[in-house]
């Protein structure tokens, strides 16, 4: 029997185990649902205890997405939703299976939130087992790796992820299929392949929640990726910070290994790919390319300039590749589906799907995922439910702390790599933070230079010293004691550091208060000191 | 050359997984983030005398070490009290008032983010969003999140588990 | 730290470019800065230090590459066959002056008490650019003298953070003794395990980062204001004998 | 032709700046031909007049009365030169920013005597927590750095100015020169 028959038998059997069941219950065990695993303990008791072990299974299951309302139970087949469930509602969420639901705790069933989404990248989110290689396979997992190692050339591979017009969803949108064609054709004998998992920005959970919810999704991306590019050995850099998505990463590189989908020889091939994770240690810079290659060196995070592109000369001086979490989550389905599914969703040059970490003020807080082209207003007003308490929504910062705020009257803006940027902001990973009336917009853009600040790596003088410059100032603001000159060498910096600093951190810093500047202006004027009160310049 | 670390300090046991991480990589100057996880885990901060084993172990110069120690947040070089609280500074959780709790810790106790009591019973470490941002405002008591509470609500909890604590 | 590889001399092939308008010719392989160097072209530099890696941290070496909206630092940016490069344009006049003035509101330096006075690149090239004050509010950092060298003082006011000390003690002398602890804003040189320089064990006491430095950073003992002439070791001259020696 | 009216103020500073100015020896005349000197600290003027045209400020500002005059003078006067780089910088006086106003009077006049141990306050001002250079409380039109600039300098400088000359400062003082 060839490890591909092998893989198919495991995945029926499992699908045979699954289907025994008369009801599923899946647990949502992300980190955003609080005591999950005395839900499972409460429901398993109670299921046992009414004797239904054979006709009940409760899973273990990755994120749901609508975490404000968690902990969250999907029941199936029936296709329910409970929201924050606790272990006491154990007995009547048993009792009512197969009979009325329980009306106490049902999400409705045409919310928005579900009903807007498109799932791709996050359709086993939540319907599978995180932990549990069978429950991938049982899904179809797998199948897109063993079908490009056994049956495609890397030619058609990299020609298929450059057709699909996916682009890298870590930020920059640069095309993944040119990127991988770059490395492909690279010289040299040893290559490598990077999973870029330190997702640092504050707000964002896009990442942890993939690797939390499908993190053999992200094992097959690669997988994919190491063979059209001809890499074989391979690093996930993940937040040290993120214990759980570590923990089920391991396991999932463990069952991968063992059923010979990693490791020497895939799929009976002769084909060699390994994978090695290495833990972030809280450097937010790290998430730039250059800065991860020197940490997985085992040094100080710091940029490197570009070109050489890693690309070219990346981890050891070896051509790397480097793709973000959800880009390689993306690919067993573009090539399970072809090119040209992946294209039809989005926009004219933003294809397929993005996932948004939606938080802050707003009512349905969690993890989204929609075709590139939505507009913010119904990401924010239908998905989002809209701001609660009967406050007004003021305005939205998308890409992380080194975004843009954009206001109620580009709401209808279309989400795409090009219209965030021509609104002053980026697309960044996809951090989606909503901020209302009560927010104070210069208060917000001197926290997020705070954080640039503090991260900035110190290596080039237009960050090292200009966030800091910028941060005094807007500290002047906030404490009302900033004059007309201020405000003139606030932009001065501003325009410094975004063109003259050597990595995206810096070049990026800025966004903030330039989006700021442009559309919340008034707030910058209002906190001026009054200028005909005392002259307060001397005061530092 | 560096002096080499005392024994004593060597004869822990715990250097043993230490030195497991270093051997997997070969001893090589790479291994370096991934030994001090190693040896943060085992001691909960890195203390002189590890830093210079490990320096001396993988042969890397002295410097190095502690520039790649300083450089990363997650690296302690003292001690942590017996129990920490963790208060997350994610954007999210700044939105929803994170940084008036900090704020309340100062006032009430004395603590700003890295402290530890004087009697080393309580440490207050703030991180940079812990990625669960629609359970905003987080904080972490000791592994346990308290989440989703007002300023009034999460103090009350933090002083009551303080008290529980010291 | 990205060592630049040496240029494959086999291959070496004439490439011809125009820097502020003017033909020249240079080496594949070769940088921007090397190429306009060569042809008597004034690029200002303080982290660059020939015969150390370039790191393209300082930023004052930007020019204008025609076609690329960006700019580009000449020290790290290789030269390519047809490209247009302007090192002069007031823009980057304007951007170089606010580097300058962002260093020195980052710390305290105070030319009229320097060692270094009259042989300063810092304070050279705020007059070369025409730096006539600082329109930044200065920091003002409290920081540390370190006197404790037998020899040497190393005082962090007047530190830049450009680590040509860092590199030539790493990549000349061997020995490591510097890096850098800290980051960003916070970041500082330090000896070993943040150890005083006086008790560093391992420091050969070779001075080669006293002469590297380009401020009043780092000094030599016994010396009043304006005394200390740096004597830039002839770094290029090091690499290649020792390559011949170790042939 | 109108001579200007031409001022010097004395600010936190060592007074190098003003010696500078006295160095120009003969050239005084030179100079006291181009402009009236209408107040220094080197001439018997105790008020410092309006419609002043042009004023050379030396030394820092540390404190509430230097922060008024200087406030006062740039009122007063049409263009406002920053004169070396304790006016220009902070230099030497902005060395105790460091450490902050009060911290420098206790280590000086508590921490270091022993005889009579006490920080004179009264009939003096208050002084600044930071010495700083003039353009941080207004604006300044013309910098001349140097510790001290030079009477070449200076002679040059103001030279300059008073034909409505273009002049090389650069090539001729920088910071610490």
């Known amino acids: 029997m060839t490890q591909r028959e092998a893989l198919q038998q495991q995945a029926e059997q499992r699908q045979q185990v699954l289907d025994a069941f008369s009801h599923h219950l899946l647990v949502c065990a992300g980190l955003g649902c609080l005591h999950n695993d005395e839900i499972i303990k409460a429901l398993r008791k109670e299921i046992a205890a009414q004797g239904l072990e054979q006709q009940i299974l409760v899973r273990k299951a990755g994120c749901m997405g609508l975490c404000a309302l968690g902990p969250l139970v999907l029941v199936l087949p029936d296709a329910v939703y409970y929201q924050t469930v606790t272990p006491q509602d154990a007995g009547e969420i048993v009792a009512a299976l197969g009979k009325e639901p329980v009306q106490r705790l049902l999400l409705p069933a045409d919310l928005p939130f579900f009903s807007k989404q498109q799932k791709k990248v996050l359709a086993l989110s939540g319907r599978i087992d995180p932990e549990n290689i069978d429950d991938y396979l049982a899904a179809g997992g797998y199948a897109s790796a063993v079908n490009a190692i056994t049956a495609m050339s890397p030619p058609e591979i990299l020609r298929i992820v450059g057709e699909s017009g996916l682009r890298g969803r870590g930020g920059a949108g640069y095309p993944t299929g040119l990127k991988w064609a770059t490395v492909a054709q690279a010289a040299g004998e040893r290559k490598y392949l990077i999973c870029n998992a330190d997702e640092g920005d504050p707000g964002a959970f896009m990442d942890r929640s993939v690797l939390e919810s499908t993190p053999h999704a992200v094992l097959e991306g690669m997988l994919i990726a190491a063979y059209a590019v001809g890499a074989h050995t391979g690093f996930i850099y993940v937040r040290a910070e993120y214990p759980l998505a570590v923990k089920r990463l391991q396991l999932a590189i463990r069952e991968a290994e063992r059923n010979r989908l990693l490791g020497q020889g895939v799929c009976g091939t002769s084909f060699d790919f390994t994978v090695q994770l290495r833990l972030g240690a809280g450097a937010f810079v790290c998430g730039e390319e250059t800065a991860l290659i020197e940490s997985i060196e085992g040094r100080r995070g710091t940029p490197r300039p570009k070109p050489p592109y890693p690309a070219e000369n990346g981890l050891w001086g070896s051509p790397t590749l480097i793709n973000n979490v959800e880009t390689y989550a993306n690919i067993p389905l573009i090539i399970a589906r072809g090119a040209a599914w992946f294209a039809a969703q989005g926009t004219e040059q933003s294809k397929g799907t993005k996932v948004f970490a939606l938080t802050g003020r707003i009512k349905h807080a969690g993890l989204v995922e929609v075709p590139m082209g939505m507009t913010l207003r119904e990401i924010v007003f239908e998905i989002g439910g809209g701001i609660p308490d009967g406050h007004a929504f003021k305005a939205v910062q998308t890409g992380g702390p080194s975004g843009g705020c954009i206001p109620a009257e580009h709401l209808d803006a279309p989400i795409s790599y090009e219209s965030l940027s021509a609104l002053g902001s980026i697309m960044g990973s996809g951090g989606m933070i909503v901020m209302d009336d009560t927010s104070n917009m210069v208060d917000i853009v001197k926290y997020f230079m705070e954080f640039c600040m503090e991260e900035s790596c110190g290596k080039c003088v237009p960050c090292r010293v200009g966030t800091a410059q910028i941060h005094s100032l807007l500290q002047k603001f906030c404490d009302r004691q900033a004059s007309a000159d201020d405000l003139a060498a606030l932009e001065t910096l501003c325009d410094l550091v975004k063109t003259t600093s050597l990595c995206g951190l810096g070049q990026s810093a800025p966004n903030p208060v330039l989006s700021t500047l442009k559309y919340f202006r008034q707030e910058y004027l209002d906190r001026m000191a009054d200028p005909s009160g005392p002259h307060q310049e001397g005061q530092l | ?166 | 730290m990205t060592p630049i590889p040496p240029h494959p001399p086999e291959t070496a092939q004439t490439l011809n470019l125009t820097i502020n308008g003017r033909q020249v010719s240079a080496q594949a392989g070769e940088t921007i800065l090397e190429a306009a160097r060569a042809n008597d072209i004034f690029i200002p530099t303080l982290c660059f230090l020939e015969g150390l890696s370039a790191q393209g941290s300082c930023r004052l070496c930007m020019v204008e590459i025609a076609g690329s909206a960006k700019l580009h630092p000449a020290c790290v940016t290789r030269i390519q066959e047809g490209m247009e490069v302007t090192t002069e344009t007031e823009r980057l006049r304007d951007y170089r002056r606010n580097i300058i003035e962002l260093l020195f509101s980052e710390r305290n330096h105070v030319c009229a008490v320097c060692v270094a006075s009259g042989h300063c690149e810092l304070q050279d090239l705020a007059s070369e650019l025409g730096v006539d004050h600082i329109s930044f509010p200065c920091r003002y950092p409290t920081l540390a003298v370190d006197a404790s060298h037998r020899r040497f003082v190393l005082d962090h006011n007047r530190c830049i953070l450009c680590t040509r000390c860092v590199r030539v003690c790493a990549e000349i002398e061997g020995a490591h003794t510097w890096d850098v602890k800290n980051r960003g804003i916070r970041s500082l040189i330090m000896a070993d395990f943040d150890a005083p320089w006086g008790d560093s064990e391992t420091c050969t006491g070779c001075g080669k980062c006293v002469h590297v430095c380009p401020t009043g950073a780092l000094f030599e003992k016994g010396l009043a204001v304006a005394e200390m002439r740096k004597q830039r070791p002839a770094l290029p001259t090091l690499v290649a004998n020792r390559a011949t020696e170790q042939r | 032709m109108k001579k200007l009216r031409f001022a010097t103020l004395w600010l936190d500073g060592c007074s190098g700046c003003h010696m500078s100015l006295l160095d120009l020896d003969q050239r005084l005349l030179d100079l006291a031909d181009m402009v009236d000197f209408v107040y220094s600290p080197l001439v018997d003027v105790k008020i410092f007049p309006e419609g002043v045209d042009v004023a050379c400020v030396e030394g820092a500002v540390s404190s509430a009365e230097d922060e008024e005059k200087l406030r006062m003078v740039r009122r007063r006067t049409g263009l406002l030169i920053a004169l070396g780089d304790c006016a220009v910088t902070g230099n030497i006086p902005a060395m105790r920013n460091v450490l902050g106003g009060q911290k420098i009077l206790q280590g000086v006049y508590l921490e270091r005597e022993h005889l009579n141990a006490q920080i004179p306050a009264s009939h003096l001002p208050a002084l600044n927590e930071h010495a700083l250079p003039l353009h941080r409380f207004v604006p300044v039109d013309f910098f001349i750095p140097g510790c001290p600039p030079s009477a070449d300098t200076l002679f040059a400088a103001l030279g300059a100015l008073v034909a409505g000359r273009a002049v090389d400062l650069p090539a001729l003082t920088r910071f610490g020169a």
Not at chain 2, 73 to 95: I, M, S
Request: aromatic residues 6%; contains cysteine; glycine residues 4%.
């Open chain 2, 1 to 166: 050359m560096p002096t080499p670390p005392s024994d004593l300090h060597l004869q822990d046991k715990r250097w043993e997984t230490i030195d497991r991480v270093m051997r997997r990589h070969d001893f090589r100057q790479d291994a370096l983030i991934e030994t001090l996880h190693a040896a943060q885990d085992a001691f909960g901060y890195l203390d002189a005398d590890t830093l210079r084993h490990i320096a001396a172990r993988l042969k890397t110069p002295p410097s190095k070490v502690y520039g790649v120690v300083t450089f990363y947040n997650h690296f302690k070089t003292k001690p942590k009290g017996e129990h920490t609280l963790v208060v997350c500074t994610g954007t999210a959780c700044h939105v929803k008032g994170n940084d008036r709790v900090l704020a309340w810790m100062e006032e009430h106790y004395q603590l700003k983010p890295g402290d530890t009591t004087t009697d080393n019973r309580i440490s207050l470490l703030e991180v940079r969003c812990v990625g669960a941002c629609a359970l905003a405002p987080v904080v972490i008591a000791d592994g346990s999140i308290i989440a989703k509470k007002s300023l009034a609500e999460s103090t009350a909890m933090i002083r009551e588990w303080l008290n529980d604590a010291a």
